[in-house]
């Protein structure tokens, strides 16, 4: 099922309440402390999720309790949006049991990236609601541009985006809803009721810390399930940390992703500043976009 409309949340205003939760991978109060400090000097009011501290393994404790955590937070009226601490993995593991009634009725800002790609694509495909693809308190203050950005986009601020042009780069020119996230969960979700819908969509796609040949995998297997030849357009984010075998696999990330959608017509952009690399600029997912690849990228929101 795909929605029908894109339904934008309210932006936030000083006095807001805000929550930060942990669906994934576990954190510290150490770890948590200072972005929760840059939150409410915005003027935000911060919630934290009520075993947000917990631990269970890698996880930030069990299913449950990470299921509780959020649905308290999509139902909490007061809270305008909900920031994933980190990444990591864990999303899959709860989002069956997540009811968005109350989410629906009342939308909030969902924000994040990595492993909250199974967030944006679910609640997109089922609900047409936009999502924030953008920085995670664990990571506020690895950049202050990219942090500033977030603000901006939280606060209502127009992004209007320009960078510069990539050798890989295919130009031309192409307005579609905005789409995608971290391949690795992309591939995850294929054939699942939380798996996107590509066609007349811009895609958008990062990574970190894949096998070469694995890109290659997954790339295929968006190309043979038709993700990638009805795109209006292809913007590529950060392939952070690729790794290679003994016996190389021959290409870059990027080349791989170029070969995969060569014999289509689209616009592609190369190097665009969101991933898991050091800058990770906001990104509305299910919002039109306009991709322009010239002698300058730009990437402009409606």
Known sequence: MQAAKTISPPFLKPGDSVGIVAPARKISEEELLPSVKILEGWGLKVKLGKHIYSSFHQFAGKDDIRLADFQTMLDDSEVTAIFSARGGYGALRIIDKLDFTAFIKHPKWIVGYSDVTVFHSHIHTHTGIETLHATMP?????????????????????????????????????????????????????????DIATRDKILFLEDLDE????????????????????????????????????????????????????????????????????????????????????????????
Not at 161 to 169: C, G, R, V
Not at 270 to 296: D, I, Q, T, Y
């Open 138 to 194: 664990i990571n506020f203050e690895k950049d202050e541009e990219s942090l500033a950005l977030l603000k901006s986009a939280l606060f209502g601020e127009n992004l209007p985006y320009t960078i510069e042009s990539n050798p890989l780069n295919r130009k031309g020119e192409s307005t579609g809803v905005l789409v995608g996230g971290n391949l690795s969960l992309l591939y995850a979700l294929a054939s699942t009721p939380s």
């Open 211 to 302: 096998y070469l040949y694995h890109i290659d995998r997954m790339m295929m297997q968006l190309k043979r399930g038709s993700k990638l030849s009805h795109l209006k357009g292809l913007i590529v984010g950060s392939f952070s940390e690729m790794k290679d075998n003994t016996v190389p696999f021959g290409k870059m990330a990027e080349e791989i992703i170029l070969d995969a959608v060569k014999e289509y017509n689209y616009p592609v952009c190369f190097g665009f500043p969101a991933g898991h690399g050091n800058k990770n600029h906001p990104l509305f997912m299910g919002r039109k976009v306009n991709l322009s690849v010239n002698e300058k990228v730009t990437v402009k929101f409606s």
